[in-house]
């Protein structure tokens, strides 16, 4: 095998394995910002959890309600 040749064999190679870890980072990278933005949302919810002030009632008033239903229908 000429030298040249296996020169420009290892360079090609070189060349495929740069454009895969630029795929890679590529990928990294999106899946990094995924994980940003599920984590700003996961935030955002634990801040401001419920806009009504009486949400926090309103299973109470379910079972409630469901007994009454039960114990009339029941």
Known sequence: MDFSKAYKKIINFLHLLLELADEVMNYIHKKYLAYKNYV???????????????????????RKMEKILLAQFG
């Open 40 to 62: 700003q949302m996961i935030e955002f919810e634990k801040k401001y959890r419920s806009t009504s002030p009486l949400s926090k009632f309103i299973p109470t008033i379910g």
